[in-house]
C-alpha cells in the first residue's frame, strides 16, 4: 500500500492546497470590500494507520478547513458621508433584506442578518441602506423620555414630516444691573437724574411717554419667544430704577422691568418691581401691571403677553439661582446679559446624522435636534460559527448562539471598516500555496513512475 497511500496523501494535499487557493483567491478579490472579513486555511492530518510503534506509523493524508477572522478589526478609514459607520470593537449591525413591493410600500423578511458593513445611505424612501441592499435596523426612540420604544430593533425609517413648533413657556434671564444706570438723562453730579421719573413710575408707559422713559431707562437684552403656532414675536428687555424709602427701612434699591409691547399702545408693559439689597443680591419681588410673582418668588409670571400683533401667553420670566445682580459697575449698563428661551418655530427635515452613542440624530431648521433610532450592536457566544451570506454579511446559526443586543463596541461616523485581508499577506501565502500544490504533483507523479517500474518488471 506504500506506493497507492503516497498517491492517496499527494491528491488529498492537492485537494487541501486547492481549497486554500481558493480561500486566497476571495480574499484577494474582496480586499476593497467594507467590512469584510478573510478567510484563512487551515489543515490537518488524518493518519492512514500503522502499528502501535512510532517505527511502524506513516504521516497519512491531510485536509483542510476554513478558519474565520471575524474578531480581527479591519482598518477603520474617515469618509464624508454622515451616515456611513464604523464599528470599533465587537459587534455587527443588525439588518435584513426587503422581501416585496406592495402598494408602493417596501415589506422586509422577518429574518435578521448581521454586517459590519457601514455604508449606509438613505434611499428614496428614507431607509438607510447599504450597498449591498441590506436594510439598517434600530430601536426607535420616544420624543420625550430619549428611551427606546419596544424591545425589538425595526427597520429604520427616517421621518421627514416637519417638527412641530413649541410655545414658549420659560425666559431664563441673567445680568447684573449696575448701582447708577447711565441713562441718557443722567448729569454726572445727581444720582436722582440717573432714576425713574416720579410721573412715569408705576405702571405701562404709553406712548407718549416713552420717548421720556427711553431717556431714564437702560437696555436688558432681547431674545425672541414663539407662540403656540410657533409664530415669532421679538421680547426687548429694558430696566429702570427707582428708589424705596419706606420708614423705618434702609434704603434699598429698586428696579422695575419694562417688556416692549412691539409700537402697541401701552408701548411698555411693566413686568414687576425688584429690591436689592445694599450687598446687590435680589431679594423682595413685586407684582407689576402684567406679571405676577412666581410660586417660588424668584420671578414671575406673564399671563398674556402681546407685541405687535402677536400674542403668547403664560409665560414665566425666571431669575432663579441669583442670575439678577446688582454690583456696582461704572460703565452704568447691565453687563452679563443673557436671555434664553426655550421655544421654536416649526422646522423642516435638514440632514442626519450618527453619534458615537449609536443614535440618529435628525437636524431641523429651526435649529432643534431630535434623537430618532438607537443602533443596536450584535454580539456572540462564538462569532466564529455565524454562517456567512451574500453582501459581507452573517446568520445566526446554532453553533453561533443568538444575538445580545446589550454590548459591542462603539460606533464612530463618518468613518468605514475597511476589509481585513491583505493584500502583501495574501501574496505571501499564495507562494506557499502554489509551492504546495507543485510538490504535491510532483508525488503524484514520482508514484505513478514508480508504478511504471514495478510494472516492467515482470514484462
Aim: hydrophobic content about 35%; charged content about 15%.
Amino acid at each position: 500500500m506504500g506506493i497507492y497511500g503516497a498517491i492517496n496523501s499527494a491528491v488529498s494535499g492537492l485537494t487541501a492546497q486547492a481549497q486554500a487557493l481558493e480561500n486566497i483567491s476571495g480574499n484577494v478579490s474582496n480586499s476593497q470590500t467594507t467590512g469584510f472579513k478573510r478567510l484563512d486555511t487551515s489543515f490537518s492530518d488524518l493518519v492512514a494507520g500503522g502499528g502501535a510503534r512510532q517505527a511502524d506509523q506513516v504521516a497519512g493524508t491531510t485536509y483542510a478547513t476554513s478558519r474565520a477572522t471575524n474578531t480581527v478589526q479591519g482598518d477603520i478609514s474617515a469618509s464624508d458621508v454622515d451616515t456611513y459607520m464604523a464599528i470599533s470593537g465587537e459587534g455587527y449591525f443588525v439588518v435584513t433584506s426587503a422581501a416585496d413591493v406592495v402598494d408602493g410600500q417596501t415589506t422586509f423578511q422577518d429574518a435578521s442578518y448581521y454586517t459590519r458593513a457601514g455604508d449606509f445611505e438613505l434611499d428614496d424612501n428614507n431607509y438607510l441602506v447599504n450597498a449591498s441592499q441590506y436594510y439598517l435596523k434600530g430601536f426607535e426612540l420616544d420624543a420625550t423620555t430619549g428611551n427606546a420604544v419596544g424591545d425589538s430593533p425595526t427597520v429604520i425609517q427616517i421621518s421627514d414630516q416637519p417638527l412641530a413648533a413649541q410655545a414658549t413657556t420659560l425666559i431664563d434671564y441673567q445680568a447684573n444691573l449696575p448701582r447708577v444706570p447711565d441713562t441718557t438723562d443722567y448729569d454726572d453730579s445727581d444720582e436722582d437724574t440717573a432714576l425713574l421719573g416720579a410721573a412715569l413710575a408705576g405702571g405701562n408707559i404709553s406712548s407718549a411717554n416713552e420717548s421720556t422713559f427711553l431717556d431714564q431707562s437702560i437696555t436688558g437684552g432681547s431674545t425672541t419667544v414663539y407662540n403656540q403656532n410657533g409664530t415669532a414675536m421679538n421680547v426687548e428687555v429694558r430696566w429702570a430704577k427707582t428708589l424705596n424709602a419706606d420708614a423705618g427701612v434702609p434704603q434699598d434699591d429698586t428696579w422695575a422691568l419694562y417688556i416692549s409691547s412691539g409700537g402697541n399702545d401701552p408701548a411698555w408693559l411693566e413686568i414687576g418691581t425688584i429690591d436689592f439689597t445694599s450687598s446687590g443680591v435680589m431679594q423682595n419681588l413685586t407684582a407689576g401691571a402684567n406679571g405676577a410673582v412666581n410660586g417660588t418668588s424668584n420671578g414671575f409670571d406673564i399671563a398674556t403677553l402681546t407685541v405687535g400683533d402677536v400674542t403668547a401667553t403664560n409665560i414665566e420670566f425666571s431669575l432663579a439661582g441669583g442670575s439678577l445682580t446688582q454690583f456696582s459697575d461704572p460703565t452704568g449698563v447691565a453687563t452679563s446679559v443673557s436671555v434664553d428661551q426655550d421655544g421654536y418655530a416649526a422646522g423642516e427635515l435638514e440632514g442626519i446624522s450618527i453619534d458615537e452613542s449609536g443614535r440618529i440624530n435628525a437636524s431641523y431648521s429651526n435649529n432643534q435636534t431630535r434623537s430618532l433610532y438607537r443602533i443596536p450592536l450584535a454580539t456572540f457566544d462564538a462569532e466564529q460559527n455565524l454562517k456567512r451570506v451574500d453582501g459581507a454579511a452573517f446568520a445566526a446559526t446554532p453553533d453561533s448562539g443568538e444575538a445580545d443586543l446589550t454590548g459591542g463596541g462603539s460606533i464612530s461616523a463618518k468613518s468605514l471598516e475597511l476589509s481585513n485581508a491583505d493584500i502583501a499577506s495574501e501574496f505571501s501565502k499564495l507562494i506557499v500555496t502554489q509551492q504546495a500544490y507543485s510538490a504535491n504533483s510532483r508525488v503524484v507523479t514520482s508514484a505513478q513512475g514508480m508504478l511504471d517500474d514495478a510494472l516492467n518488471m515482470i514484462r
